[in-house]
Nanobody, 124 residues
Framework: QVQLVESGGGSVQAGGSLRLSCAASRSTFSRYTMAWFRQPPGKDREFVAAIGWNDGVTYHADSVKGRFTLSRVNTNATVYLQMNSLKPEDTAVYHC?????????????????WGQGTQVTVSS
């Protein structure tokens, strides 16, 4: 089992940037495919980005492509979501998720481990 702790959320104006971090508790971090999902107020959870465990390949949702960048540093057991050119519609609780020795997926049901979430608020 792995525990995930997100940080880096906050309030920014439209056009600003934030970097979210997700720190994992296990030394086997490199074996986990990692992802970020978000839940806007009053809406369902949606996929943001994911990074594979074995090849580091990333996939970003169309809504964030070109603005958000997901990366991982296995030696730090951390993934980072760099968010630039933020828009009010990016306002949500952002959750980190993990799945062990499994390929990247955009389906939330495919992830076994979840963090508590961090709030991102973008004002116009």
């Amino acid at each position: 089992q792995v525990q995930l702790v997100e940080s880096g959320g906050g309030s920014v104006q439209a056009g600003g940037s934030l970097r979210l971090s997700c720190a994992a508790s296990r030394s086997t971090f490199s074996r986990y495919t990692m992802a970020w999902f978000r839940q806007p107020p009053g809406k369902d959870r949606e996929f943001v980005a994911a990074i594979g465990w074995n090849d580091g390949v990333t996939y970003h949702a169309d809504s964030v492509k070109g603005r958000f960048t997901l990366s991982r540093v296995n030696t730090n057991a951390t993934v980072y979501l760099q968010m630039n050119s933020l828009k009010p519609e990016d306002t949500a609780v952002y959750h980190c998720a993990a799945r062990y020795l499994a390929p990247l997926t955009t389906n939330a049901a495919g992830y076994n481990y979840w963090g508590q979430g961090t709030q991102v608020t973008v004002s116009s």
